[in-house]
């Protein structure tokens, strides 16, 4: 079986310019690892050596953290200086967890979420969909961007939404959405999104505990409204 390189890949499957295009929060954890990789052999390109690693660890970060740069040398296409560059990003990527955990206060209240996330919301002349990925204490595990749209709406994926949450363990989640209208009243498909999304993160034991809609003139809380019975 022919095994391709990632310069024989569509633009859009290569990891670096994935990232450039759609942003860090859009690629895999394979294909950001594959980055931090470079090149892999003549048998196993960088992602496909990225995979393996993650199979190895049954897609738990825990287990990745753990591994030490020996083992990462046992991977073929893995040599000293990639296990020692993967092992000094992971370490960069859990001190600046600890540090944010450490100096946040947990999200008590509508208010809460606006204020840590209008900055990347409240002046966009698109919309954009994201989600607030909380712990069992409340505390902001991750943003996440899940989708760009046009200056009316965007498209949301409910697969990418559960992939990250389960990813990162959250407990609850806040969805939040900007008008760019300025318009902060929820409209009818808005509604229905966040109905289906709640619905969907009770198979997963996952809250959704509020809905923000963010323009200029501030912000629109499901959860304070009561709007349909969501919440």
């Given at each position: ?16 310019e994935?990232?450039?295009e ?28 990225s ?20 083992d ?8 000293k ?14 001190r600046?967890?600890?540090?944010e ?8 209240c ?50 990418l ?71």
């Amino acid at each position: 079986m022919e095994i391709m390189v990632l310069k024989e890949l569509a633009v859009h499957d290569r990891p670096r310019e994935k990232l450039l295009e759609f942003g860090a929060e859009n690629l895999s954890e394979s294909e950001l690892l594959a980055i931090l990789i470079g090149s892999g052999t003549p048998d196993f390109n960088a992602l496909l050596v990225s995979q393996k690693i993650f199979q190895f660890c049954s897609n738990d970060f825990k287990k990745l953290n753990s591994l030490t740069v020996h083992d990462f040398e046992k991977f073929k296409g893995i040599g000293k200086v990639k296990a020692v560059t993967i092992k000094a990003a992971l370490e960069l990527g859990r001190r600046q967890v600890r540090k944010e955990q450490s100096n946040q206060s947990p999200i008590t209240c509508s208010k809460d979420a606006y204020e840590i996330i209008k900055d990347k919301l409240e002046h966009l002349v698109q919309e954009e969909f994201w989600i607030i990925l909380l712990n069992r204490a409340n505390l902001v595990v991750r943003k996440i961007r899940i989708s760009i749209g046009g200056i009316s709406d965007t498209i949301v994926d409910q697969k990418l939404i559960f992939k990250h949450s389960v990813n990162y363990l959250a407990s609850s989640i806040i969805l939040v959405h900007n008008h760019p209208s300025g318009n902060l009243k929820p409209s009818q498909a808005d509604i229905e999104v966040t109905r289906k999304i709640k619905s969907a993160a009770a198979l997963f034991d996952i809250a959704v505990v509020d809905h923000l809609i963010i323009s200029e003139k501030g912000y629109y809380s499901f959860a304070d409204s009561g709007i349909s019975n969501l919440f």
